[in-house]
RNA sequence: GCCUCCAUAGCUCAGCUGGUUAGAGCGGCGGACUGUUAAUCCGUAGGUCCAAGGUUCAAGUCCUUGUGGGGGCGCCA
């Protein structure tokens, strides 16, 4: 049985096999040192030509990145090593050599995301990569460990839908055995049927969505978990959501902490999930993004404003430091200061055409924040404008009727007005949650049914739920990938799943 | 659908106001080096400068169109 490398500090002193690929490879004259990895670690393994013999030497010489082997040998403690340990080998057996692994060790750039995109089956390899995977994993677990040990049921809901309820164009379409039917773009009402026989339940699945939408936000398949509580109104909703959040972020903290240093995140930005998540009705939430209202003296687009500014001065800044290194490099430097120069040049460009994009934007933003009407859904900037204030996730609660779906609960003397609620991430990282209490009168469903223009034969069984029993419930759906996105700081949404399906992405 | 930035070696990128044989790092190949951590050093191969047209004595560089991509919106329980 070979050891696995997370595992190695249980072998210290003693003899163990690792069998991985090469991750990186140094030589020497007489010594190779290769970076393994094998899926739960990264270890540095030394193969010295005295310890292993010239046949297995000239043999492991010949190693190329991606190549497969199993290493046996002594597990050491080196503290300058990442992972503390090291193996040195005495005995090599190779699977196979790599042919030229296409994919550089360094990072790629903008014209490298379509490279890296149409590769995925071997990105996902990458260290960064590795990581992402193993940070979703862990808030796949924290998910159903914080529902389980609440007594929810998790239950499936159906993926083929026969009924068109939300409009065909945001649908995929599929044929049935002759019949046309649809893939899920939510479990919800399922759910609630499923609430009704077990109180509590939680839905976990994928979900499709056909908008032609080519945002960092959006992907065309994606995972979904919706629960739904029996006896639940709106400010439970709430409490629930804010624990569930807070218990799912402090497990990536506490269990990831290999991850998410190999992602660079800014864990103490991550660990304000434990302060008090806001709580704004959506009309105050309106004030405070057009700058009306100022929350613990931050202004909303004063905030915006400034970091327009900062990005104006880093650009002549780091404009200025390019010219004048470049200036040095004419004049002569050392080898290898100058490699160090030019290293520190390519990195300084890339923040620049960053914060280029910064003061294209940022403008823009701040126009749609001050001009933003009341009763109007906020668009992707305006979530970024608004979190920005605020440290903690915020909830913005009593939405405009209008704008949101058929079967939330109006709030008591305000038909103007329903009992949603969207959970919006710091950092810009926007909406995650999107939530209600339902409502519960059959009367005002056959209302806003007919105003929503849906068929109502479609809504039979659904009414049902009303008319055998009817309880106060509510319920929130959640993006997988969007938490993902956010615990691992990513651009995009396209890192997050292991192969994305979005709009123009298909394979592999 | 709209706005904006971009396309140079297998990969990441330089290439200034047009000017002679288009450069670097990584990766590949060959060699050097007693322990490296993006190792280092020496050598070497590797290019239809996205495509078509235009301006010019001269185009990787300027203009037009097209194609593809990045970013921002829109669409989007």
């Known amino acids: 049985m070979h050891q696995h490398i997370k595992r190695i500090a249980q072998s210290e002193g003693q003899e163990a096999t690792l069998k991985g690929w090469v991750a990186n490879i140094r030589e020497s004259k007489t010594n190779l040192f290769i970076v393994l990895r094998d899926g739960t670690g990264f270890v540095q393994c030394v193969v010295g030509l005295d310890a292993v013999g010239e046949e297995q030497f000239e043999a492991a010489k010949k190693l190329t990145l991606e190549s497969s ?66 940070v979703r994993n862990e808030i796949i677990m924290g998910i159903h460990e914080f529902f389980q040990s609440r007594d929810f049921i998790q239950m499936d809901a159906p993926i083929f839908t026969g009924n068109a309820c939300e409009g065909t164009t945001t649908l995929f379409s599929t044929d049935f055995f002759g019949e046309e039917a649809f893939l899920s773009q939510s479990g919800q009402l ?115 404003e400034e970091d327009l500014a900062n990005a104006k001065k880093g650009i ?48 823009k933003w701040i126009e749609s924040a001050k001009s933003f009407e009341d009763g109007e859904d906020f668009g992707g900037s305006d979530e970024t404008v608004l979190t920005r204030v605020f440290d903690a996730p915020v909830m913005v609660y009593n939405w405009p009727t209008k704008i949101k779906a058929f079967y939330m609960k109006e709030v008591e003397g305000d038909p103007h007005h329903v009992k949603g609620v969207d959970l919006l991430a710091p950092e810009g990282y926007g909406e995650i949650i999107g939530g209600s209490e339902r409502e519960t009168d059959i009367d005002v469903l056959l209302k806003k049914i007919k105003e929503h223009d849906l068929p109502m034969q479609e809504f039979e069984w659904y009414l049902d739920l009303r008319r055998f029993g009817s309880v106060p419930h509510s319920g929130f759906g959640l993006g997988l990938e969007r938490i993902v996105r956010w615990c691992c700081d990513l651009d995009h949404l396209r890192e997050t799943i292991p192969f994305p399906r979005r709009y123009g992405r298909l394979f592999p």
């Not at 597990?75 to 503390?84: M, Y």
């Open 316 to 363: 002549e800044e780091k404009t200025a430091d390019i010219a004048e290194r470049e200036v040095q490099i004419k004049a002569g430097m050392k080898k290898g200061a100058r490699k160090f120069s030019e290293a520190k040049i390519v990195v300084l460009r890339k923040e620049i055409a960053e914060m280029e994009e910064q003061v294209r934007n940022i403008p």
């Open 69 to 134: 082997l199993a290493l046996t040998g002594n597990v050491v403690k080196d503290d300058r090593q990442i992972g503390g340990y090291e193996l040195q080998a005495n005995n090599v057996h190779i699977y196979q050599i790599a042919k030229e692994y296409p994919i550089a060790k360094k990072t790629h750039g903008e014209h490298g995301v379509r490279f890296l995109a149409d590769k995925r089956h071997l990105w996902l390899r990458s260290k960064r990569q590795w990581a992402i995977m193993r």
């Open 190 to 304: 399922y759910g609630e049927a499923m609430a009704m026989a077990q109180g509590l339940i939680y839905t976990f699945g994928p979900t499709f969505r056909a908008e032609k939408s080519d945002t960092p936000r959006h992907l065309a398949e994606f995972w979904m978990i919706e629960p739904e509580m029996a006896f639940y109104d709106n400010e439970m909703n709430m409490d629930l959501i804010e624990q569930f959040m807070k218990h799912v972020i402090n497990r990536v903290i506490k269990n990831c902490t290999v991850e998410l240093e190999a992602l660079d995140r800014d864990v103490e930005k991550l660990a304000r999930v434990n302060q008090e998540f806001p709580r704004v009705p959506y009309t105050e939430a309106v004030k405070i993004l057009r700058g009306e209202q100022e929350v613990n003296g931050r202004n909303a687009i004063a905030v915006q």
